[in-house]
Nanobody, 119 residues
Framework: QVQLVESGGGLVQAGGSLRLSCAAS???????????WGWYRQAPGKQRELVAA???????NYADSVKGRFTISRDDAKNTVYLQMNSLKPEDTAVYYC??????????WGQGTQVTVSS
């Protein structure tokens, strides 16, 4: 099991930037077993959706709606994954969640961080 703590959310004007962080903690075995890190978001009244993901091998993929604006990265020394969000739009407003998936299939979620983009 991995414990995840997100931070970095807040209120920003359209066109602005935010960087979200997701710090993982747990046993050395569980941390080393993380196969996939993902950022998801859920806006009011909508389903949770994948925003970006990065594999153990640093292969990244993005939702079409954020390509070219968001960048996911990872710092293994800090057991932390980041989501750099640029050119933010009001439609990016949501609670952003971090998720890890271990090689054996177990998944853990963070508590979420609110991002609000004003027009």
């Amino acid at each position: 099991q991995v414990q995840l703590v997100e931070s970095g959310g807040g209120l920003v004007q359209a066109g602005g930037s935010l960087r979200l962080s997701c710090a993982a903690s747990g046993t050395i075995f569980s941390i080393n077993s993380i196969n996939l890190w993902g950022w998801y978001r859920q806006a009011p009244g909508k389903q949770r959706e994948l925003v970006a993901a990065i594999t153990k091998g640093l292969s990244a993929n993005y939702a079409d709606s954020v390509k070219g604006r968001f960048t996911i990265s990872r710092d293994d020394a800090k057991n932390t994954v980041y989501l750099q969000m640029n050119s933010l739009k009001p439609e990016d407003t949501a609670v952003y969640y971090c998720k890890t998936t271990l090689v054996m299939g177990y998944a853990d979620w963070g508590q979420g961080t609110q991002v609000t983009v004003s027009s």
